[in-house]
């Protein structure tokens, strides 16, 4: 029942949200000679942990409460019709002494599913959405590399080294949910600046309490333009070169996009929500911020070859 309408003000008020403070991670630590009673991350190895791969499962705003109850049950639509995928491959696992790793190397970037149709995938009685999924992919030039470092020197937790930058994707790669064919790279959500922090369960099989938090540009805001209608209902033109100014940008969309799409950018204006972050070059933008979780995908359900939409080449 729910619209993309639903999502694009879910995404409006994600970015237009205000910066909160990193919340702290719980209390976990590790003991060389046997670990605590909890287990974490006490049960994964290093050699094992190389080439696992995880799709986010859970997705959510912290920021505005008084709507993220509502919103974050839209947004998690699409995460558990496999709308929405991102994707972490772990490169590399370098083991630890009092930590279970020392470093941790991973790729992350939007993926796509086969079957690539219909959107919503229809789950049979009994059966979970995702597990009619035959394929995972990783979407061809958007995935980026990550390293992490223990957050803590004796806790099974990880922050990423340096600044990095996250497309957000929905849809198959030629029929994605957002259009934007004026931003770089078209027709994703382009997210600079940011920082992500995550941990694992017992076993490495989950990540748990993951927070990222970054800066979408308000120049790549305007751009974005979002479908009315439900997932792929809209007639997509794609056509570059609109102009996007300020006092016309839902115009600049049915332009660029077609008259079924409104622009990211107009409903944050409206809403009258104020850029509060900079990108490292100086340029204003709305802060991301969010709290996920992933699970780890079974070998037989990943396609390793990167490609469009889960199609070897």
């Known amino acids: 029942m729910r619209t993309f309408l639903g999502f694009a003000v879910v995404m409006t008020l994600t970015f237009a949200c205000v910066k ?37 499962t859970r997705l959510e705003i912290d920021e505005p409460d008084a709507f993220a109850e509502i919103l974050n049950v839209m947004w998690q639509g699409d995460v558990k019709n496999n709308i929405l ?40 009685d009994g059966q979970a959405t995702s597990d009619m999924v035959t394929d995972y ?4 030039g958007l995935s980026l590399n990550v390293d992490l470092a223990p957050y803590h020197g004796t806790q099974c937790q990880f922050k990423s080294t340096a600044p990095t930058s996250l497309y957000f ?16 790279p078209a027709n994703n959500i382009p997210i600079s600046d940011m920082s992500i922090r995550m941990s694992f369960n017992d076993d490495c099989t989950a990540v ?5 938090l970054g800066c979408i540009t308000m120049d790549a805001a ?31 969309c049915h332009l660029a996009c077609g008259d079924e799409w409104l622009s990211f ?32 995908i079974p070998e037989t359900k990943f396609n390793k070859v990167s490609s469009n939409d889960c199609q070897s080449h």
């Open 20 to 56: 909160v403070s990193e919340p702290d991670f719980p209390e976990v630590v590790i003991n060389v000679e046997g670990g605590n009673s909890s287990g974490t991350c006490l049960k994964c190895d290093a050699a094992a942990m190389k080439g696992r791969v995880y799709r986010v």
């Open 85 to 124: 995928n991102v994707i972490i491959v772990i490169d590399d696992a370098v083991a630890g002494t009092g930590t279970a790793f020392e470093k941790l190397s991973v790729t992350l970037g939007p993926g796509w599913r086969e079957p690539k149709m219909p959107y919503v995938l229809p789950a049979p």
């Open 137 to 140: 992919c990783l979407l061809d």
């Open 169 to 184: 994707h929905s849809g198959p790669r030629d029929a994605p949910l957002i259009c934007s064919p004026d931003n770089q």
């Open 208 to 212: 748990k309490d993951g927070f990222l």
């Open 222 to 252: 305007d751009r974005i333009c979002m479908c009315m209608g439900s997932p792929g209902t809209c007639q997509w033109n794609n056509q570059p070169g609109a102009t996007y100014a300020p006092d016309a940008l839902d115009d600049s």
């Open 265 to 296: 950018g107009s409903i944050i204006r409206s809403f009258g929500l104020q850029a509060g972050c900079l990108t490292p070059d100086g340029t204003k933008g709305y802060f991301v911020q969010a709290f996920f979780d992933a699970a780890m």
